[in-house]
């Protein structure tokens, strides 16, 4: 894409899995890329690899040294860093670190993006948001519910700034092959891993879905079609949805 050549690129959790994917593909396309990690290690080590800067850091507070470290201009903005949570569904502290890092992280970056793209008219937010932002994930309460707020968010930025430059993509992907599918357990042996994707295909999507002007990044095609169900017909989604948590009780989760 000749938009992506030289653009300042910033990728959050950029450490490994999606994140890292990101990174290497824009700066594979020619973009002055930071590379964002709370594990300075792996920040550092990626951005090495591909000729990047590491910013390493918690997301909702690196903007502004990202922007420095790029010459004073953020063309793009990958809020990729997330937080898988299982356990007790109604543990207050799980549901405060998902809404923490999986919404409040995406509001704050664009609270100190948007003043520079609406100045200039151009700026392009990627918010990597899985599947279960449009449908809903078995066994995982505060994931699902903030992955919805993540989407909500995205679909709230474009509608409102989209007429003044601003570019918005939500990446959702079902399974991939990261650790956060690994951590996901059972759950995720029943419902992610066997369509699993790698890392790599996500990247090809987002690409594919920028250059068409997308804003839903849809790796698993199959997944529009599950939302559309979803919308048209809900009481017969949620049996569904319902036989499969029963099946993973039933398999002892």
């Given amino acids: 894409m000749d938009a992506v050549q030289d653009a ?10 999606i994140g890292a994917a990101l990174a290497r593909r824009f700066a594979a396309g020619g ?26 850091g918690d997301a909702s507070e690196i903007v502004a040294e990202a922007r420095d470290a790029l010459g004073g201009a953020i063309d793009v903005y990958c809020a990729n860093a997330g937080v ?29 993006l ?15 948001v899985s599947a279960a ?51 996901a357990g059972s759950a995720g042996d029943l419902v992610l891993a066997p369509t699993a994707i790698e890392p790599e295909d996500v990247a090809d999507a987002l690409f594919e879905g920028m250059a068409a002007d997308r804003f839903l990044i849809l790796p698993h095609p199959e997944v529009g079609e599950y939302y559309k169900a979803r919308a048209a017909e809900p009481d017969r989604w949620l049996t569904g949805m319902n036989h499969l948590q029963q099946k993973w009780e039933g398999a002892g989760r």
């Fill in 8 to 17: 300042g690129v910033v990728v959050t959790g950029a450490g490994g899995g």
């Fill in 31 to 56: 973009a002055r890329v930071v590379v964002n990690d709370l594990d300075a290690g792996k920040a550092k080590a990626v951005a090495d690899e591909i000729g990047a800067t590491a910013v390493p």
């Fill in 84 to 112: 898988g949570c299982g356990g007790d569904p109604f543990a207050e502290e799980l549901w405060e670190r998902a809404w923490d890092v999986n919404v409040m992280a995406h509001v704050r970056a664009a609270r100190a």
């Fill in 114 to 128: 948007l003043p520079e793209w609406l100045e200039r008219g151009s700026g392009r937010f990627v918010s990597t």
């Fill in 133 to 183: 932002g449009l449908l809903t994930m078995i066994g995982a309460a505060p994931y699902s519910v903030t992955k919805h707020g993540a989407l909500a968010f995205a679909e709230w930025l474009s509608l409102t700034y989209r007429h003044k430059g601003v570019k918005v993509h939500a990446i959702c992907p079902q399974g991939v092959r990261t650790d956060m599918l690994t951590s």
